[in-house]
């Protein structure tokens, strides 16, 4: 593709608006087309960025480098939007049982992970501060982790839009499958315009039109909550217990979250389980001292992809179209460096790397 050709990028979530602004910083021009919805995954995204995370406690893949990217990225927007978007912050979790005890254990062998770590409580009774046992109940201690943060996507995405509608680089609508055309020796045509390329950064949805129905989406439906926790006004890290966090939103405002539905009725995306939402009451009851108000439920669907931490490439049969998709969880870390590795190959040439290419993990 030539750098004077548009790119048509399909919807505005993390995925999409990190597009955008990497198209920007070469100089290519671009439209980008959202439907505008008032909630979707990107949306309500708690967009934490975490170094340590999951059951196993493994190192998040390509931590450092994807995080000091991140962070540069998300401060270049910032200068240009004239808002903060990222935090910086550290982050608590504790250990669910002995068994998390041991495997943390083993996981600090790693001198990577290990230098992550700020402190730890063993459980054995050792005063270490970890946290105010007035605010949260700590069974079988934990650990401090720095390096970490989150981004305010709500903040991130709405700035953006407005920088580019300015600049005429926004467009609400909708981009149906069917109705974008690859004309060979013309290039993409959808609605009367011709572009240079398409790329479709739609989540979840994906699976619903012709393009890329046949990726093996798993996606789950998640719901994240608005609440007030006076009591913990002061406290300014993620908290994270037995499958639910806490991050704290100043002046005791706080989010909790989240649920996961990796079975749900695509008809109501928007709705989530009672049972679940009833079982992660449960968790954050359990944590947090004196318990919490609730406030707003917002549930959407998170893009996943079976096998993939993401996706990125162009379709096996057409050159012109594009697909970066199945951020996951991990969005607000991973995005800023797929997108300048998607737009490297696409603008470059350079070869993607297997284990994010579409076109290898059909």
Not at 115 to 131: E, H, I, P, S, T
Not at 160 to 175: A, D, H, K, L, N
Request: hydrophobic residues 40%; aromatic residues 10%; contains cysteine.
């Amino acid at each position: 593709m030539r750098a004077e050709e548009r790119v048509l990028i399909v919807g505005q979530g993390l995925a999409g608006t990190a597009l955008a602004w990497r198209l920007w910083e070469r100089g290519v021009p671009f439209v980008v087309v959202d439907r505008d919805e008032a909630v979707t995954c990107s949306k309500i995204a708690a967009g934490l960025v975490t170094p340590i995370t999951g059951m196993r406690l493994n190192l998040n893949w390509r931590f450092e480098s994807q995080r000091d990217e991140a962070v540069a990225f998300y401060e270049g927007v910032e200068q240009r939007v004239g808002e903060r978007v990222y935090f910086p912050l550290k982050q608590v979790r504790l250990f669910r049982d002995e068994a998390a005890r041991a495997l943390f254990r083993r996981r600090m062998e790693d001198p990577v992970l290990a230098r992550q770590v700020v402190r730890v409580d063993w459980g054995d009774g050792a005063d270490v501060g970890l946290l105010d046992e007035r605010q949260f109940c700590v069974r079988h201690g934990g650990f401090e982790q720095s390096g970490g943060g989150y981004l305010d996507a709500e903040v991130y995405l709405r700035a953006s839009r407005r920088f580019f509608e300015e600049r005429g680089c926004w467009r609400m609508g909708e981009v149906r499958g069917d109705a974008v055309v690859d004309e060979v020796g013309v290039g993409v045509r959808w609605e009367g315009e011709v572009f240079g390329a398409v790329i479709f950064c739609q989540g979840w949805e994906a699976v619903r039109h012709p393009w890329f129905d046949w990726v093996p989406f798993q996606s789950a439906r998640g719901s994240i909550i608005q609440a007030r926790a006076s009591q913990l006004a002061g406290e300014e890290r993620v908290v994270n217990s037995s499958g639910c966090w806490v991050l704290p939103r100043g002046d005791g405002e706080v989010r909790l979250g989240p649920t996961y539905e990796p079975e749900f009725d695509a008809r109501f995306p928007h709705e989530g389980s009672p049972e679940k939402l009833a079982r992660l009451r449960e968790r954050v009851d359990g944590l947090v001292v004196g318990g919490v108000e609730w406030l707003q439920v917002q549930t959407a669907v998170r893009p996943i992809v079976k096998r993939a931490k993401l996706l990125v490439g162009r379709h096996p049969a057409h050159e012109r179209v594009g697909f970066f998709n199945g951020l996951g969880s991990k969005g607000a870390l991973r995005a800023p460096w797929a997108a300048r590795h998607l737009v490297e190959h696409w603008m470059d040439g350079k070869e993607l790397e297997v284990e994010v290419d579409l076109r290898h993990n059909l």
